[in-house]
């Protein structure tokens, strides 16, 4: 069965600090990735999203990146964080087998002080 | 582009008592589309997905949601609210090209006892 990892769960970064995020997918091969944003009360926004290595599509201009260095490996960065920058960030990955359903990670929190 | 409007950013019930959550559409292609739950500090759970066959579509947990295409809704419903039900409810809808999800901004669900 498929599975989805992201790590790590809970990170405070001061601002100005680098971040590095990682999200692996096993039990599939080529699979979409994505990458959301959830700041509080403001639900769900894409911001990037992979259809294959080295493809990454980018949803909203901000300070971060995201690399895909592997086919089941999605890595969110940025050089330099903002305050801004803090929310629940949730990588994804799409099963075109299933209706082109979309299975979350477990989340990462991240805040910046 | 595809979007989701979900009416009301919370909605209260008693236990027992009917739960009904709204989400209507805009789509200009016949879409899918999916309800999830977030409990707290989690990522997202799929209750269920609406994929072009039946219109009536069964979940997990008793949640169920009918496709209505005149309406341009989704709305999800359960009979017999619970308490362990009180979570934030996502509906979405895919992209044209299907390659990404986007999502409404939740409605945050209370049951009373």
């Known amino acids: 069965s498929q599975t989805i990892h992201q790590w790590p769960a809970t990170l405070v970064q001061p601002v100005g600090s680098p971040l590095s995020l990682e999200c692996t997918v096993e039990g599939t091969s080529n699979p979409n990735l994505y990458w959301y944003r959830q700041a509080a009360g403001r639900g769900l926004q894409l911001l990037f999203y992979?259809?294959?290595?080295?493809?990454i599509s980018s949803e909203v201009p901000q300070n971060l990146s995201a690399s895909r260095p592997q086919d089941r490996q999605f890595i969110l960065s940025s050089k330099k964080l903002l305050l801004s920058d803090s929310g629940f960030y949730l990588c994804?990955?799409?099963?075109?087998?299933?209706?082109?359903?979309?299975?979350f990670g477990e989340g990462s929190w991240l805040t910046v002080v | 582009a595809q979007s989701v409007t979900q009416l009301g950013s919370h909605v209260s019930v008693s236990e027992g008592a009917l739960v009904l959550l709204r989400c209507n559409y805009s789509s200009s292609v016949p879409p899918y589309l999916f309800w999830y739950v977030q409990y707290p500090n989690q990522g997202l759970q799929l209750l269920l997905k609406y994929t072009s066959a039946a219109t009536l579509v069964k979940g997990i947990n008793g949640f169920e949601a009918e496709f209505k295409k005149s309406e341009t809704s989704f709305h999800l419903t359960k009979p017999s609210a619970h308490m362990s039900d009180a979570a934030e409810y996502f509906c979405a809808v895919t992209e044209v090209s299907f390659q990404k999800l986007v999502f409404g901004t939740g409605t945050r669900l209370l049951v009373s006892p």
């Open positions: 992979s259809v294959g290595i080295g493809q």
């Open positions: 994804a990955w799409r099963d075109r087998t299933s209706g082109n359903t979309i299975y």
